[in-house]
């Protein structure tokens, strides 16, 4: 059984930090596709980082990048998200996304397979 738990969220003040935390498993970790999502209240759900497990590229949505950092712990199966400088527009329900391999392009930001049930972020100004 596939598993995907998020952990981390929580309410910052704009220019703050979190770090958030996707622990793995159920599924062939090695060579995957993962990912970090969000959505707020109204909007879309859009990509924001995604991550080749073992390979190590990272792509990042233009919105993100140079603020969040996707990292890999193969040993313990858990990608991150490090968000810095926090913006009140970065306030959503963030969501972690796993993908086997199946020869689709990675590190992507769309087309996941499996879901975690997400963490809240809240960037207040």
């Known amino acids: 059984q596939v598993q995907l738990v998020e952990s981390g969220g929580g309410s910052v003040q704009a220019g703050g930090s979190l770090r958030l935390s996707c622990a793995a498993s159920?599924?062939?970790?090695?060579?995957?596709?993962m990912g970090w999502f969000r959505q707020a209240a109204g909007k879309e759900r859009e990509g924001v980082a995604g991550?080749?497990?073992?390979?190590?590229?990272?792509a990042y949505a233009g919105s993100v990048k140079g603020r969040f950092t996707i990292s890999q712990d193969n040993a313990k199966t858990t990608v991150y998200l490090q968000m810095n400088n926090l913006e009140p527009e970065d306030t959503a329900m963030y969501y972690c996304?796993?993908?086997?391999?199946?020869?689709?392009?990675?590190?992507?930001?769309?087309?996941?397979?499996?879901w975690g049930q997400g963490t809240q972020v809240t960037v207040s100004s």
């Open positions: 991550i080749y497990i073992g390979g190590g590229a990272t």
């Open positions: 996304a796993a993908d086997p391999p199946r020869g689709l392009d990675c590190p992507r930001l769309y087309d996941y397979k499996y």
């Open positions: 159920g599924y062939t970790y090695s060579g995957s596709c």
